[in-house]
């Protein structure tokens, strides 16, 4: 009963907020000093921080009996699950600046792990390879061996892990006691130019022989027999007319792919037959031996064969369009059947249940940029901008399950590449997005929390930067962008019927607008904070300090929080500011948001490592919000329309949520 009543309180409150706050005749009201009753968010949260997604990423899987790992490519990160891809926990500490290539789990240590990173250094055709090793399931990695400028582009070892091969330009390095010590056989295949081994599946072990697929001129299949003996002999074991691209095997027999087919061979080599070929002419790759079945994939549809070839069933893949980056059988557990698990890097890992489809089990693992809430008390969603996709999810209550982990995406419609999000609080139920298209932008609208979207302006010229709804005015949209002229700022007073372009001179990456005056808005970049009183058709600058977030009090009592390098105040409406928080990046602190109904308490983000700070006495002085972050870099911040979920998007592991009272 207590807990309705505080709900109804809040509700008619928020109401005549949104009433308040759209009539022609509004007025700004006096600065509310404490909170409606039942409403306190200056105590101890309620638990901590809480994953809820959204399952986006994949990557390179591993299972043992100490359960599931998975390596993400890049930026590196080492996902682990105990419980089948229910919930995860990451470990980081490998190398940043490097792309993971292979992956290796000690199946009777699982502690004991293998990651072998490359990337491009110094002049071009020059590379530079790392690989790290664990003894402590993630917590701490030490460098084996690095390689440059010859690189190291994938590795195969024996079942034990204790003969490690890594595929080089000019050379195979091979180790017989798993990375301490080396001998690095000469390539004798050819290669020509700046070619490189990149890719996937290039390089397999058949007991004491390395399988390479090498690059132009030949495009050939080669192995290295005898690769950890004192005497490795190269030679040629299988060149056609194409261009053979990856290698599989499973110890007996061997599979090429070669454009839109798959060959085949059970004699070592010696003679090949055509498996398969693909009845669209697409590229067939990500050959696969997973329990005595054969699996191929295009990026729309997998293939499979438990008769090496002379039958085959097809199923579309998980994500249509983003095909297979790996794949791996999942052996039984308690209560749980075996399953196959298989991942595409963009869009998560799924497990395979037969006629039911498949399952997101994971991870989450997205660059979350933007976060808003849109809705209302009643029906509210959250909205997430990633690294190329737009996610959207009902905004999760109560206990967190797995399934709430999984989001919509609209991976289908277009690629939704450095997207932003805004929502005016006086149109709660629209979100407005801005995302590259080219060297162009998008603008896109959604009335139904982001289950879809509409186009409210193609193709206009520049990069996007920011977008901004007023909280005034909802029907006034404001984008900025970068053009070949020059920043730009494009205006819309009709929710994005028309659009009318604007020369400036900064490039705004932050806004916010005045509650009570539709004209007045606020930017921020670089160059400092500017205010214009004319709806962005002319700027005055205010402040030089470097701005990256504006947010400013909705009961207009000249409360304004200004973050870049730290944080400032103003409290006479941006006559003057002050410092009240110290910072050294002029991008540190990413968000600035007020609690909706505790009017002392102000929350802002930290993108450097920082986490989640707050103010409870009106913004004057600022901590930390209790409780870790397993990312403490943060991107975004958004709040429930009735206060009670703060929400996080974190540089690397998805949204998280506390819960605040």
Partial sequence: MKLRSITKRMFVLGLLTVLGTTGAT????????????????????????EPIGPNSVGGLLAASPAGLAMMQPSPPALWLSGDRGASWSVRRGLPQDTSIQGFFVD??????MLAVGNKPAGFLGEWRGVLVRTTDRGQTWETLREWYPDGAFGMATDPTGRVVVVQNLDSLSVSTDGGEHWNDVPRTWPREGN???VGALKLTMVGDDAYLATVYPEYALWVVRGVSGKEPQAELVYRTNGEINQVASDGKRFVVTIGPELHGSTDGGKTWTVLRHDPGEQTLREPRF???RLYVSTYNDIDVTADFGRTWTRKPVPAAGEGVSDMIDLPAGPGKPATTLISSLYRGVYADEGKRGYRQVGVPGESIRDLVTTGNLVRESVVAAGVQEIYNTPLPRGKVAAADRVWQSHPTDRLHEDARLSVSPSRPDVVWQVTRNGFSLDVLRSGDGGRTWQFAAKAKEGLPRMIFAHPADPDRVLVSAFAPTGYVLYRSNDAGKTWEKLAVDNGFIAFAGDPWNPDRVWGGDTDGLSRSDDGGKTWTHVT?????SISISRWGGGRMLVGGAGIHLSEDGGKTFRRVLDGEDPREISRILPHPFDFRVWFASNATGGGVLRSTDFGRTWSPVPGALPDPRVLSLAVSADGRYLFAGTAQSGAYRLTLY
């Fill in 26 to 49: 509004s007025v700004a009201t006096a600065e509310p000093q404490s909170p409606p009753a039942g409403v306190n968010a200056t105590g101890q949260p309620r638990g901590g921080w």
């Fill in 107 to 112: 199946p009777a240590n699982p502690d004991r």
């Fill in 195 to 197: 070619a490189a081994p």
């Fill in 290 to 292: 997973l329990g005595g």
């Fill in 544 to 548: 030089s300090d470097p701005v990256s």
